[in-house]
């Protein structure tokens, strides 16, 4: 007896060929790497000191709170940053506190208190620095912001 072949059965062994084409091609394809364009800047996190103010004057031998804002760059989870900050280069960075609403270690609102344990503003200019560092893939970011005070 010969086997007689239909429309709908000649339609479901070329469609089942096709996929298995298909999907050995989409296997073959996954060793492969890709180098997709990354435009730097787009990339950056961002931080910023929103107290003091630029030009700020305090009294030498007081705390002074800083408090900023911070976003990761796109694509990076705000708990793979953190924000630190620092008086007058004076290292280690000082870890802020993290006061965002999400996650643990969300850090898109922070403060840290600069006391004169840590530091002591010195008369005439002094700089705050804030950073934020995320571990981001292909590599890490950081990203810097600045503001003088004046100590007196």
Same mark, same amino acid.
């Given at each position: 007896?010969?086997? =007689?072949?239909?429309?709908?059965?000649?339609?479901?062994?070329?469609?089942?060929?096709?996929?298995?084409? *298909?999907?050995?091609?989409?296997?073959?394809?996954?060793?492969?790497?890709?180098?997709?364009?990354?435009?730097?800047?787009? =990339?950056?996190?961002?931080?910023?000191?929103?107290?003091?103010?630029?030009? =700020?004057?305090?009294?030498?031998?007081?705390?002074?709170?800083?408090?900023?804002?911070?976003?990761?760059?796109?694509?990076?989870?705000?708990?793979?940053?953190? +924000?630190? *900050?620092?008086?007058?280069?004076?290292?280690?960075?000082?870890?802020? +506190?993290?006061?965002?609403?999400?996650?643990?270690?969300?850090?898109?609102?922070?403060?840290?208190?600069?006391?004169?344990?840590?530091?002591?503003?010195?008369?005439? =200019?002094?700089?705050?620095?804030?950073?934020?560092?995320?571990?981001?893939?292909?590599?890490? +970011?950081?990203?810097?912001?600045? *503001?003088? *005070?004046?100590?007196?």
């Amino acid at each position: 007896m010969g086997m =007689q072949l239909t429309r709908q059965t000649m339609f479901t062994i070329t469609f089942g060929t096709l996929i298995a084409g *298909v999907l050995s091609n989409f296997l073959s394809l996954t060793n492969v790497s890709y180098a997709v364009p990354v435009s730097p800047t787009s =990339q950056l996190p961002a931080v910023k000191i929103t107290f003091p103010h630029k030009g =700020q004057q305090f009294r030498i031998g007081t705390n002074i709170l800083v408090s900023g804002t911070s976003s990761p760059p796109p694509g990076v989870p705000h708990m793979s940053c953190t +924000v630190s *900050v620092l008086l007058n280069d004076v290292k280690p960075y000082q870890k802020a +506190v993290a006061l965002g609403h999400g996650v643990k270690g969300d850090y898109s609102v922070w403060h840290y208190k600069i006391t004169p344990k840590y530091a002591s503003l010195k008369n005439g =200019q002094n700089k705050i620095t804030a950073k934020i560092a995320c571990i981001a893939i292909p590599s890490n +970011v950081t990203k810097f912001n600045s *503001v003088n *005070v004046t100590g007196t």
